[in-house]
């Protein structure tokens, strides 16, 4: 038999269900890749025993002639933002080693009903903030991917959900859940020639995910193709009760209204999303986009969204605002780590925990959020920045009056080298350039696999929709994938 | 608006993060720079644009006045670092 | 309205005091603001706690309908403005009480805005100002004495829903402000939003107190907190506006600080311990939309809104009944609804009220219960006095059959009945016992014709007495009239 991990997630899913092989089989051969790719560092925990019982659940259910779940016989990779039952749940933080919840996130309860299980936690930039996994407490993930100049330079896998992008890229998942809130899907599938969607802000229930900003976290799926994408978003997503943003609306049936023909469909090119120095591969990529596009039926139109350029520095405020707010929680008395000098007070005792516990990302962060919330400042920057957003917002709602979705880039280079940009933490946040904007308008947007450059790295092409209009966006991946022919994977040297 | 080190220290105490000296000066320049990047969104006009409040057209639903909650005491503190007789425990607190 | 006369005298002459309440009220609820989880008093550490109330991660708030609901007719009873559109900010500061790290509160669009309650002092009508009620979360509960270094967190009451009712600095006198608290307190209780009950923290208030001499600028007010009941704000007033006076006067100035209470001492304190926590960097919960109320929901909330203090008072002064009265029968939510309820059986106005407060009352009083427990309930209660009004019974009779329903909480009419305490308007029997009275006593007799016109009420009570009670006063008073010209 061929290697079953060279396999999908729709292919796992129908070749359970045909009787092709077992769930069991499947998840044994993942639970070996995962274990031989321990280099990666990709996995936090494993969690074998939790994929072989779904597995044999699926198994049973088949032998019994129950109808077959949506992901029955798949086993995925979980981000470890989502607390997870039994299992550590740790942001990557040191703040959170050890914790144990004894909740199950919605998210990974849906997809558990739905049949799938759990390979294990995966690695990630620490409380999701960073765009290259550098932050995470327990070491970086390095990158399946290398350049073709014979070097052995350690690549980023992108950041944050960049255990699963390297997960999902090296074959070791299928897929994987990622979080985004400024781009954390979209860049780290893009730096790993993988396909991953953020849904509309609300789709997915936030309920159980620990929060980095709560007005931009947004759950996704990440793996290899569009259709794969869509069979685990339409598991994840849906109302949830506990989550008072959660919007209250059935999910649609993604995978059956998939349709790559863009006839009478307008896509919009926005002028603005160019920088300095973006390397000319990009805007090649851009072009051959477009032309696929027009290939598909769709007709292109150039668009403005002029408040592009301050969506970042936006973004840096509103989100450092709400997760300075967000991570108070993390203090030492009821979970996590505990930091009690020798006579320390209990306000001693917070900031010595929180000053141990946080890497230094993280309280770069806080401090920005903090002092941007403080007396005096507030109104120039918080509220300064949500006035920003709306009219960031706004700019979208006068491209739809043009277009159905937007093209652009998914980020403005390919994967970096480890350590390369860790010195100037502006010159990372500038990663998130083309994927902030839609996070601050809460649209649904996707990227997925369109090239390689020089290097022999992945590059990606970004799709936004209008909110809600996740089909939209699917179905111009999937016209985009179909034309590039993206083949390319890493070679294995784990 | 820049900050110095004493602003570094008395933000870093209101977030409850301990910092020594020379971490507060490694920081000010870091912060500095990134503050005066974000700083360009002064140049926005945004006169008459109401501030975003919800990211998506959406209400907020209320729920029912009903228990359907608490009674866990074990899960509530299974994580504790320190709890005793029911309670968590913090260094005594004279108020 | 006259402006209140209290001053405090010092060296250099009267300082009059400025008062302003901000007060937390628990609403009444069974579940918290934001989680599921029980809101009852006295449980067990921990055990009304959910994940959420715990703060743990990934855990989010979902308002309860109840509480929202609670404080709009709240805000309705004291004729405030409700805000369709309000939002919940986060307040954020770090304390053991205070798992998320911050407290779901409303800064910048409370719920309810500008109101107003008036109260009543020495006879005085003053209206006090309200500026908002806002609903917030309450904190968990630290323990200091069960451990010689730990201090112990107990969550039960972490996230239990709270109206934060905020005065205007309107009162002037510890006497205004024990008036506001009794009238508000009222208030929450007619309306059901808040038990009011202090003991066990249901209500608290934050004392804002300022000097200045009459006339001038407001001066600098301290904030002493969490005073948890009527009397003791009144004592935390008096000794912090005689404080600063002090202060003041010593050439000192007021520094704008959180101050604590010692109800032993009677004394308040600087609470040091918060004095750096004042930058709350309050912004908008980014895990809560703004809270949208229609008109259907608010014309519930209204509709739902019972008679209120002041206009059943005007009701019972409309039927006779004194002012007096009228303020006693309204003070408790309780004593309203038991005196609706005898007006409501038939019982007379006037009479009603002055036996309630009279007859009723003294034996509440006497075997020690409120009204809400009393044996005799306000269907009896207006069948004995149906019985006084159509003369089946006298005053004094009735007073013997109201203690024996109260032993037995049997009917006014089968005590009378059984004990035969009914008053008889037989005159040949009255006749017969008057000439009987009047043959024993000649002495009285001749007094009296010889024009001491007091004895006669020596001859009716001779006359009672010998018919042990049951005799119609009236009857016996025209007969021994007609006997004695
Ligand atoms: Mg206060
Ligand atoms: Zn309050």
Same mark, same amino acid.
């Given at each position: 038999?061929?290697?079953?991990?060279?396999?999908?997630?729709?292919?796992?899913?129908?070749?359970?269900?045909?009787?092709?092989? @077992?769930?069991?089989?499947?998840?044994?051969?993942?639970?070996?890749?995962?274990?031989?790719?321990?280099?990666?560092?990709?996995?936090?925990?494993?969690?074998?025993?939790?994929?072989?019982?779904?597995?044999?659940?699926?198994?049973?259910?088949?032998?019994?002639?129950?109808?077959?779940?949506?992901?029955?016989?798949?086993?995925?990779?979980?981000?470890?933002?989502?607390?997870?039952?039994?299992?550590?749940?740790?942001?990557?933080?040191?703040?959170?080693?050890?914790?144990?919840?004894?909740?199950?996130?919605?998210?990974?309860?849906?997809?558990?009903?739905?049949?799938?299980?759990?390979?294990?936690?995966?690695?990630?930039?620490?409380?999701?903030?960073?765009?290259?996994?550098?932050?995470?407490?327990?070491?970086?993930?390095?990158?399946?991917?290398?350049?073709?100049?014979?070097?052995?330079?350690?690549?980023?896998?992108?950041?944050?959900?960049?255990?699963?992008?390297?997960?999902?890229?090296?074959?070791?998942?299928?897929?994987?859940?990622?979080?985004?809130?400024?781009?954390?899907?979209?860049?780290?599938?893009?730096?790993?020639?993988?396909?991953?969607?953020?849904?509309?802000?609300?789709?997915? @229930?936030?309920?159980?995910?620990?929060?980095?900003?709560? @007005?931009?976290?947004?759950?996704?799926?990440?793996?290899?193709?569009?259709?794969?994408?869509?069979?685990?978003?339409?598991?994840?997503?849906?109302?949830? %009760?506990?989550?008072?943003?959660?919007?209250?609306?059935?999910?649609?049936?993604?995978?059956?209204?998939?349709?790559?023909?863009?006839?009478?469909?307008?896509?919009?090119?926005?002028?603005?999303?160019?920088?300095?120095?973006?390397?000319?591969?990009?805007?090649?990529?851009?072009?051959?986009?477009?032309?696929?596009?027009?290939?598909?039926?769709?007709?292109?139109?150039?668009?403005?969204?002029?408040?592009?350029?301050?969506?970042?520095?936006?973004?840096?405020?509103?989100? %450092?605002?709400?997760?300075?707010?967000?991570?108070?929680?993390?203090?030492?008395?009821?979970?996590?780590?505990?930091?009690? %000098?020798?006579?320390?007070?209990?306000?001693?005792?917070?900031?010595?925990?929180?000053?141990?516990?946080?890497?230094?990302?993280?309280?770069?962060?806080?401090?920005?959020?903090?002092?941007?919330?403080?007396?005096?400042?507030?109104?120039?920057?918080?509220?300064?920045?949500?006035?920003?957003?709306?009219?960031?917002?706004?700019?979208?709602?006068?491209?739809?009056?043009?277009?159905?979705?937007?093209?652009?880039?998914?980020?403005?280079?390919?994967?970096?080298?480890?350590?390369?940009?860790?010195?100037?933490?502006?010159?990372?946040?500038?990663?998130?350039?083309?994927?902030?904007?839609?996070?601050?308008?809460?649209?649904?947007?996707?990227?997925?696999?369109?090239?390689?450059?020089?290097?022999?790295?992945?590059?990606?092409?970004?799709?936004?929709?209008?909110?809600?209009?996740?089909?939209?966006?699917?179905?111009?991946?999937?016209?985009?994938?179909?034309?590039?022919?993206?083949?390319?994977?890493?070679?294995?040297?784990? | 608006?820049?900050?110095?080190?004493?602003?570094?220290?008395?933000?870093?105490?209101?977030?409850?993060?301990?910092?020594?000296?020379?971490?507060?000066?490694?920081?000010?320049?870091?912060?500095?720079?990134?503050?005066?990047?974000? /700083?360009?969104?002064?140049?926005?006009?945004?006169?008459?644009?109401?501030?975003?409040?919800?990211?998506?057209?959406?209400?907020?639903?209320?729920?029912?006045?009903?228990?359907?909650?608490?009674?866990?005491?074990?899960?509530?503190?299974?994580?504790?670092?320190?709890? /005793?007789?029911?309670?968590?425990?913090?260094?005594?607190?004279?108020? | 309205?006259?402006?209140?006369?209290?001053?405090?005298?010092?060296?250099?002459?009267?300082?009059?005091?400025?008062?302003?309440?901000?007060?937390?009220?628990?609403?009444?609820?069974?579940?918290?603001?934001?989680?599921?989880?029980?809101?009852?008093?006295?449980?067990?550490?921990?055990?009304?706690?959910?994940?959420?109330?715990?703060?743990?991660?990934?855990?989010?708030?979902?308002?309860?309908?109840?509480?929202?609901?609670?404080?709009?007719?709240?805000?309705?009873?004291?004729?405030?403005?409700?805000?369709?559109?309000?939002?919940?900010? =986060?307040?954020?500061?770090?304390?053991?009480? !205070?798992?998320?790290?911050?407290?779901?509160?409303?800064?910048?669009?409370?719920?309810?805005?500008?109101?107003?309650?008036?109260?009543?002092?020495?006879?005085?009508?003053?209206?006090?100002?309200?500026?908002?009620?806002?609903?917030?979360?309450?904190?968990?509960?630290?323990?200091?004495?069960?451990?010689?270094?730990?201090?112990?967190?107990?969550?039960?009451?972490?996230?239990?829903?709270?109206?934060?009712?905020?005065?205007?600095?309107?009162?002037?006198?510890?006497?205004?402000?024990?008036?506001?608290?009794?009238?508000? $307190?009222?208030?929450?209780?007619?309306?059901?939003?808040?038990?009011?009950?202090?003991?066990?923290?249901?209500?608290?208030?934050?004392?804002?107190?300022?000097?200045?001499?009459?006339?001038?600028?407001?001066?600098?007010?301290?904030?002493?907190?969490?005073?948890?009941?009527?009397?003791?704000?009144?004592?935390?007033?008096?000794?912090?506006?005689? =404080?600063?006076?002090?202060?003041?006067?010593?050439?000192?100035?007021?520094?704008?600080?959180?101050?604590?209470?010692?109800?032993?001492?009677?004394?308040? $304190?600087?609470?040091?311990?918060?004095?750096?926590?004042? #930058?709350?960097?309050?912004?908008?919960?980014?895990?809560?939309?703004?809270?949208?109320?229609?008109?259907?929901?608010?014309?519930?909330?209204?509709?739902?809104?019972?008679?209120?203090?002041?206009?059943?008072?005007? $009701?019972?002064?409309? !039927?006779?009944?004194?002012?007096?009265?009228?303020?006693?029968?309204?003070?408790?939510?309780?004593?309203?609804?038991?005196?609706?309820?005898? !007006?409501?059986?038939?019982?007379?106005?006037?009479?009603?009220?002055?036996?309630?407060?009279?007859?009723?009352?003294?034996?509440?009083?006497?075997?020690?219960?409120?009204?809400?427990?009393?044996?005799?309930?306000?269907?009896?209660?207006?069948? !004995?006095?149906?019985?006084?009004?159509?003369?089946?019974?006298?005053?004094?009779?009735?007073?013997?059959?109201?203690?024996?329903?109260?032993?037995?909480?049997?009917?006014?009419?089968?005590?009378?009945?059984?004990?035969?305490?009914?008053?008889?308007?037989?005159?040949?029997?009255?006749?017969?016992?008057?000439? #009987?009275?009047?043959?024993?006593?000649?002495?009285?007799?001749?007094?009296?014709?010889?024009?001491?016109?007091?004895?006669?009420?020596?001859?009716?009570?001779?006359?009672?007495?010998?018919?042990?009670?049951?005799?119609?006063?009236?009857?016996?008073?025209?007969?021994?009239?007609?006997?004695?010209?």
């Amino acid at each position: 038999m061929s290697d079953l991990t060279d396999l999908g997630i729709r292919e796992i899913r129908d070749g359970v269900r045909a009787g092709s092989f @077992s769930a069991r089989e499947v998840a044994e051969a993942f639970n070996a890749a995962v274990s031989a790719a321990r280099p990666l560092n990709a996995f936090l925990v494993e969690t074998p025993d939790h994929a072989l019982a779904a597995a044999d659940a699926a198994d049973a259910a088949r032998a019994a002639g129950e109808p077959p779940k949506p992901l029955a016989g798949v086993p995925i990779g979980m981000k470890d933002l989502f607390c997870t039952k039994g299992v550590t749940s740790t942001a990557a933080s040191h703040i959170l080693e050890g914790f144990t919840p004894t909740y199950e996130s919605t998210v990974s309860q849906n997809l558990w009903d739905a049949g799938a299980g759990m390979l294990g936690k995966l690695n990630m930039d620490q409380f999701a903030m960073g765009s290259s996994n550098e932050t995470s407490a327990f070491g970086n993930v390095i990158s399946p991917w290398r350049r073709n100049d014979g070097g052995n330079a350690a690549l980023a896998p992108g950041g944050s959900s960049g255990g699963s992008s390297a997960a999902v890229a090296a074959r070791i998942a299928p897929g994987a859940t990622g979080t985004d809130t400024g781009g954390s899907i979209r860049q780290p599938a893009s730096f790993t020639g993988i396909a991953g969607i953020k849904p509309t802000y609300g789709r997915c @229930s936030r309920w159980g995910t620990i929060a980095f900003a709560s @007005s931009l976290d947004q759950a996704g799926p990440m793996a290899r193709d569009v259709r794969d994408c869509t069979i685990m978003l339409e598991a994840m997503a849906g109302f949830d %009760p506990k989550d008072a943003t959660s919007l209250e609306l059935a999910v649609p049936q993604w995978e059956a209204e998939l349709d790559a023909s863009l006839v009478g469909k307008r896509v919009g090119v926005p002028k603005e999303y160019r920088v300095d120095g973006m390397p000319v591969e990009i805007e090649l990529l851009w072009q051959q986009g477009i032309a696929w596009l027009k290939d598909a039926g769709a007709e292109v139109v150039e668009v403005s969204l002029p408040h592009t350029k301050y969506a970042l520095p936006a973004y840096y405020i509103i989100a %450092p605002a709400e997760a300075s707010s967000n991570l108070a929680r993390y203090d030492g008395v009821r979970y996590g780590e505990r930091e009690l %000098p020798d006579g320390a007070n209990l306000q001693q005792m917070y900031a010595a925990t929180r000053a141990a516990g946080f890497g230094e990302e993280v309280k770069r962060r806080i401090l920005i959020g903090t002092y941007v919330l403080s007396a005096g400042f507030y109104d120039a920057y918080y509220t300064q920045a949500q006035r920003v957003r709306a009219l960031i917002a706004r700019d979208f709602e006068a491209a739809w009056e043009k277009c159905d979705v937007l093209l652009t880039p998914t980020a403005p280079s390919a994967a970096f080298a480890l350590g390369e940009k860790q010195a100037d933490p502006l010159a990372m946040y500038l990663n998130d350039v083309f994927t902030v904007p839609a996070s601050l308008a809460g649209l649904p947007a996707m990227s997925v696999p369109g090239g390689l450059d020089p290097a022999g790295l992945p590059l990606g092409l970004q799709i936004i929709g209008k909110p809600l209009d996740e089909q939209g966006v699917l179905n111009a991946a999937l016209a985009i994938e179909e034309r590039a022919g993206f083949t390319a994977r890493p070679q294995a040297w784990w | 608006m820049s900050v110095d080190t004493a602003t570094v220290k008395k933000v870093a105490s209101l977030a409850r993060i301990a910092i020594d000296d020379a971490a507060a000066e490694r920081l000010v320049p870091e912060l500095n720079n990134i503050l005066g990047w974000i /700083e360009q969104l002064g140049e926005v006009d945004t006169h008459g644009i109401e501030p975003m409040t919800a990211v998506i057209p959406n209400t907020l639903r209320l729920r029912d006045d009903v228990v359907t909650d608490g009674g866990i005491r074990d899960a509530v503190l299974a994580n504790a670092p320190a709890a /005793e007789h029911g309670f968590f425990t913090v260094p005594k607190v004279i108020e | 309205m006259t402006e209140s006369t209290y001053r405090i005298t010092g060296a250099t002459g009267d300082w009059e005091v400025v008062i302003g309440l901000e007060v937390h009220a628990q609403v009444t609820s069974n579940a918290k603001l934001f989680s599921g989880a029980a809101t009852a008093f006295g449980a067990e550490p921990n055990t009304q706690v959910s994940l959420v109330d715990a703060a743990m991660p990934g855990m989010l708030p979902v308002p309860n309908r109840e509480c929202i609901r609670q404080a709009v007719r709240t805000g309705m009873a004291i004729d405030a403005r409700i805000n369709k559109w309000s939002r919940f900010d =986060r307040k954020n500061y770090f304390y053991a009480d !205070l798992p998320q790290g911050y407290q779901i509160s409303q800064l910048y669009h409370p719920l309810v805005g500008e109101g107003s309650i008036d109260i009543e002092d020495g006879g005085r009508i003053k209206t006090i100002g309200v500026e908002r009620i806002h609903v917030e979360q309450d904190a968990g509960k630290l323990m200091h004495d069960q451990h010689p270094t730990r201090s112990y967190v107990d969550l039960n009451r972490s996230g239990v829903a709270l109206m934060e009712i905020v005065s205007r600095p309107d009162m002037r006198s510890p006497e205004e402000a024990g008036a506001y608290l009794r009238k508000l $307190r009222a208030i929450l209780r007619y309306v059901g939003s808040c038990d009011g009950n202090m003991e066990e923290g249901s209500m608290r208030a934050d004392v804002n107190v300022s000097v200045r001499k009459p006339g001038d600028e407001f001066g600098t007010r301290t904030e002493t907190k969490n005073v948890n009941s009527i009397r003791f704000v009144m004592a935390a007033i008096e000794h912090e506006a005689k =404080r600063q006076v002090e202060v003041l006067e010593s050439g000192g100035a007021i520094v704008q600080e959180t101050r604590l209470f010692n109800p032993d001492s009677g004394t308040t $304190r600087s609470m040091r311990s918060k004095e750096d926590a004042h #930058d709350y960097r309050y912004f908008p919960d980014p895990d809560l939309l703004p809270l949208e109320l229609d008109d259907v929901f608010l014309d519930a909330c209204r509709a739902s809104l019972p008679e209120l203090p002041n206009a059943k008072r005007k $009701r019972y002064e409309a !039927l006779g009944i004194t002012a007096y009265n009228g303020e006693v029968l309204t003070a408790e939510v309780e004593t309203a609804r038991w005196f609706d309820a005898l !007006l409501e059986a038939g019982a007379a106005p006037v009479a009603a009220s002055n036996w309630v407060t009279g007859e009723l009352f003294g034996a509440l009083n006497r075997i020690g219960k409120g009204i809400e427990e009393s044996p005799v309930g306000p269907k009896q209660a207006a069948e !004995l006095l149906a019985l006084v009004a159509d003369g089946t019974l006298s005053g004094s009779l009735a007073k013997q059959v109201f203690e024996v329903m109260l032993e037995t909480a049997d009917a006014p009419g089968k005590i009378v009945e059984e004990r035969g305490l009914k008053q008889t308007s037989d005159t040949g029997a009255i006749e017969a016992v008057i000439a #009987d009275v009047l043959s024993k006593n000649p002495n009285q007799l001749e007094q009296y014709r010889a024009g001491k016109e007091a004895l006669f009420g020596f001859f009716v009570g001779q006359t009672m007495k010998a018919m042990a009670g049951k005799a119609n006063p009236q009857v016996v008073n025209d007969l021994l009239k007609k006997a004695l010209a």
